[in-house]
Structure formats: C-alpha cells, structure tokens
C-alpha cells in the first residue's frame, strides 16, 4: 500500500515545489541527465523526476544527495 503524501501547508507546498525547480534548473546549466544525476545520486530516475516536481514524499536524505551531486 503506497504511503499517503502527508498533508502540507500551501506556503510549505510552494517552496517545496520552488526547490524542485531550482534543483532542475541547476541540472541543466550544467548539461547534466537526468540519467546521470540519478545516477551519481544512488537513486533511479523516477525519483529524481520527484524531486524536480517538489514531491513532499521524498526523503530530505534524498534532497541532499542529489544537491551534493550538483556541487550545491
């Protein structure tokens, strides 16, 4: 059974969804696949694809590894 995203504030929503983008955009200045992020991040792309759309379900651990991986 899938786990239930938990329930956030809109404010909190939004920034989380505000990291995403920046996490992304940060991956394309640097001309970097997603394939390879996920890679360097010990993570497949599915997740990574979560991370850029800002998914409160993903791990803060998971946040950070992929930040590491761009030298953020």
């Given at each position: 059974?899938?786990?239930?995203?938990?329930?956030?504030?809109?404010?909190?929503?939004?920034?989380?969804?505000?990291?995403?983008?920046?996490?992304?955009?940060?991956?394309?200045?640097?001309?970097?696949?997603?394939q390879?992020?996920?890679?360097?991040?010990?993570?497949?792309?599915?997740?990574?694809?979560?991370i850029?759309k800002?998914?409160?379900n993903v791990?803060i651990?998971?946040?950070?590894?992929?930040?590491?991986?761009?030298?953020?």
């Open positions: 059974m899938p786990r239930q995203a938990p329930t956030l504030l809109p404010k909190v929503k939004k920034r989380l969804t505000r990291v995403g983008e920046q996490i992304r955009l940060a991956r394309l200045r640097r001309n970097y696949t997603a390879i992020v996920a890679e360097r991040s010990g993570m497949n792309r599915e997740t990574l694809r979560k850029e800002g998914d409160p791990t651990g998971s946040y950070a590894s992929v930040l590491h991986s761009l030298g953020l």
